[in-house]
């Protein structure tokens, strides 16, 4: 059943871009089937939870999140990728609505690892359907990568050019226009009052993270600005002994300190870990040839491990809080470890 979800939001999102019909599909989304139930069968007089419409319904999309773009790594400089999102929402006799519309069917996000953006920046008030709906109501979300196939394309035509070949068209067909990132995909019955009045927080499969509301005649307030935070972890912190302060004898050859910690990626996926140190005092970083960093960023394969090794010396004494910070995006910490670092005079 899941393979048929994945198969059937493809669908829509490649019917939708490629402008495949002029009017969103009637058929979009999963079989049509209606949900199973305990209750006696309604009476010849009373519809049935196919024919039940609801009251008007407003549904809106907050904000959607990527926990991983599914950048190219052979592609060097910028790591944001191009994400395109699209929303369906339908009923037991068709689609209502979709976003984006035909008329802006190339609207993208340019997205980084664990990154949230906001609908309300595109579309405001992020509502994207505003009716009535027959029987069950349901959401899809697909979010692709739009970058990842025209920028394996633009290569392999790089390729051939590079090896004289001709023609390697055999080889582009072969490759799809974009990659599904995620999707999220749920229906409401006339049983659950079609989801109204409740919000529904960080939901999807594969990557796609998604905030979404449903009300009638009031909305449920959105949600705070979420953030998404990857699972990363450090381990193996190791502070020296015995650090003292730089001695005035010492002018051209002194005592540096060898300072290390380890960073896990408990994410399934290759990650760039940012990291940074905190400190009451700041440590001298130039220990010649070289200049040791306070902060950067490390690729850490998926269920991987890095150790960070620096070294610093001193010329303030005192007790100093030692902290280490790992996030990604920059800013969006999501570890730390602090420690204390006597350094005497």
């Known amino acids: ?18 402008g495949a019909c002029t009017s969103p599909p009637s058929s979009a989304g999963p079989p049509q089937t209606s949900p199973v139930s305990t209750q006696q069968a309604p009476s010849e007089t009373s519809p049935s939870p196919e024919q039940v419409k609801s009251p008007p319904i407003t549904v809106a999309v907050d ?18 990728a191009r994400i395109q999102l699209i929303v369906v929402v339908s009923d037991e006799r068709g689609t209502l609505a979709v976003w984006p519309p035909p008329s802006a069917q190339n609207l993208y996000f340019d997205m980084d690892y664990f990154q949230i953006e906001a609908l309300k920046e595109k579309l405001n008030p992020p509502v994207v359907f505003n009716g ?23 290569q392999i035509d790089i390729l051939s050019n590079w090896l004289g070949f001709p ?5 582009k067909d ?22 109204v009045g409740e919000s529904y927080s960080e939901r999807g499969d594969g990557d796609l993270r998604v905030w979404l509301r449903i009300g009638a005649d009031q909305m449920p307030e959105p949600a705070q600005q979420p953030v998404l935070k990857p699972n990363v972890k450090i381990e193996d912190v190791k502070l020296p002994s015995g650090t003292r302060v730089r001695q ?7 005592k540096v300190w060898d300072f290390a910690f380890t960073i896990a990626n408990n994410e399934a996926f290759t990650l760039p870990v940012y990291w940074h140190l905190e400190s009451s005092y700041k440590p001298e970083t130039k220990v010649f040839p070289y200049d040791y960093p306070t902060e950067g960023v490390q ?18 004494p005192g007790s100093y809080q030692w902290k280490y910070i790992v996030g990604y995006p920059k800013g969006n910490a999501a570890a730390s470890w602090t420690g204390t670092l006597m350094v005497s005079r």
Do not use: C
Request: a positive charge; zero cysteines.
């Open 248 to 254: 005035p004898s010492e002018q051209y050859s002194y």
């Open 167 to 171: 023609d390697l068209n055999r080889l």
């Open 1 to 18: 059943m899941q393979v048929i979800r994945i198969v059937t939001i493809l669908l829509i999102g490649i019917m939708l871009v490629l």
């Open 174 to 195: 072969a490759i799809p226009d974009k990659e599904l990132v995620g999707y999220y995909w749920q229906t409401w019955t006339p049983l659950s009052n079609w989801g």
């Open 63 to 80: 904000y959607f999140g990527i926990r991983n773009t599914h950048y190219l790594e052979q592609v060097a400089g910028d790591r944001l």
């Open 299 to 316: 690729t850490i394969p998926g269920n991987g491990k890095v150790t960070v090794k620096v070294q610093f010396w001193f010329t303030v």
């Open 132 to 154: 009535s709906a027959t029987g069950t109501l349901a959401v899809y979300v697909a979010a692709y990568n739009v970058n990842k196939g025209p920028i394996t394309k633009a």
